[in-house]
């Protein structure tokens, strides 16, 4: 596609719930990232994924969150057992390739534990 | 911890005023620097590249002294739809460390 596509939009859980969320990264870039944003705060990495390397789990806050990329694609980001500090826009960008810092994001997923 | 430190203003500035954005980056082994513009509740897009030698992008100057660890942006003859949140970005091995982002509001 033109853009990153990250659905849904807005996402609205109850506590303890797990959601899924996902990105569709830009036809033909090998790196995609995850990151978050939390209100008032600065882009969280989470987790970088490099053709078919294995991915940089790194960011992953804790093991209620993992990621996969299927087909060296699209990429779904789920998170177990939501808390309400897990309530955050979560943001997915991709780049050409490794080390290429012209990132492109989605416009992200907002959201919401209650 | 590498952290990218700016401070979060709000700078409030009129139409047509010079205004100035600095940062500071922790990991030395940083190699490449950005500025990235979000406006309210969007996405984060590239705004310009910094280069030591400093450069320039119509209004925008971006300058970067690896010696002190420090960059800049300096916005020329602000206009009102240069509000919004500048976000000062340093390189990691594999991916970009983002500041928490300085807020502009130009007001007529």
């Known amino acids: 596609g033109a853009g990153v596509s990250q659905s849904p939009s807005n996402k609205v859980t109850e506590k303890g719930k797990d959601v899924e969320l996902r990105c569709d990264p830009i036809?033909?870039?090998?790196?995609l990232y995850w990151y978050r944003q939390s209100l008032g705060q600065g882009l969280e990495f989470l987790i970088y994924?490099?053709?078919?390397?294995?991915?940089?789990k790194s960011g992953l806050p804790s093991d209620r969150f993992s990621a996969e990329r299927t087909g060296g694609s699209v990429s779904t980001l789920t998170i177990q057992r939501t808390q309400q500090e897990d309530s955050a826009v979560y943001l997915c960008?991709?780049?050409?390739?490794?080390?290429?810092?012209?990132?492109?994001f989605g416009s992200g997923t907002r959201l919401t534990v209650v | 911890r590498k952290e990218v430190e700016q401070d979060p203003g709000p700078f409030n500035v009129p139409e047509g005023a010079t205004v100035a954005f600095n940062c500071t980056y922790s990991?030395?082994?940083?190699?490449?620097f950005f500025w990235y513009r979000q406006d309210c509740r969007k996405e984060p897009k590239l705004l310009m590249s910094?280069?030591?030698s400093g450069n320039e992008d119509g209004r925008f100057t971006a300058q970067l002294n690896r010696a002190s660890q420090y960059i800049s942006l300096l916005i020329r003859d602000s206009k009102l739809s240069d509000s919004a949140t500048y976000l000062c970005?340093?390189?990691?091995?594999?991916?970009?460390?983002f500041g928490k982002g300085t807020m502009l509001l130009v007001s007529p």
């Open positions: 960008a991709s780049s050409l390739e490794w080390q290429d810092y012209g990132y492109t």
């Open positions: 970005v340093a390189s990691g091995y594999s991916t970009l460390t």
């Open positions: 990991n030395s082994a940083s190699q490449s």
């Open positions: 994924f490099q053709g078919n390397s294995a991915p940089d």
């Open positions: 036809s033909g870039h090998t790196a």
């Open positions: 910094v280069y030591s």
